[in-house]
């Protein structure tokens, strides 16, 4: 009905592996400082628009981290609220993350965020589609909450 709707497609600094870098643990540090950053500025731009926000993307970190909290602090996560399950997304197959092997579906680092203006009818993760590293989320949103 004409209400301007404000969608951010995120992806947060992706994390070095260890493999890669003798000084992973300060490394890691570092990017976990660098992600909340982009957290901020992210909702520095939510904050500039008074209407619905929808915030959707890969933020390489979990629901353990700060960046997790920064973004719950000011929007709802969809899988949170009408998600069934643990919502595991990455890596997407057995071929692991940067071809290292292990068990698929370890972490759940991919959310669709909303404002409260939108309510969460369903969310979900999807069917691997052979090319990603990830397992792409599907979410249903009714703008209108109540």
Do not use: C, K, M
Not at 11 to 22: D, F, I, K, N, V
Not at 51 to 57: E, Q, R, S, T
Not at 83 to 98: F, N
Request: glycine share 8%; proline share 7%.
């Amino acid at each position: 009905e004409g209400q301007p709707v404000l969608v951010l497609n995120v992806h947060a600094l992706s994390p070095t592996w260890p493999r890669l870098a003798r000084d992973w643990p300060p490394r890691f540090e570092t990017e976990f400082q660098l992600r909340e950053q982009e957290i901020r500025l992210w909702l520095d731009r939510v904050d500039q628009h008074r209407g619905p926000v929808i915030l959707a993307g890969d933020l390489n970190s979990t629901d353990q981290n700060a960046s997790y909290r920064l973004l719950a602090g000011r929007l709802i996560d969809t899988h949170r609220q009408a998600g069934w399950g643990l919502g595991h997304t990455a890596p997407a197959s057995v071929e692991g993350l940067d071809r290292v092997p292990s068990p698929s579906r370890l972490f759940r680092i991919d959310y669709v965020w909303h404002s409260d203006q939108w309510q969460a009818l369903a969310s979900y993760v999807g069917e691997w589609d052979g090319q990603s590293d990830h397992l792409p989320v599907f979410a249903t949103l009714h703008l209108g909450a109540e």
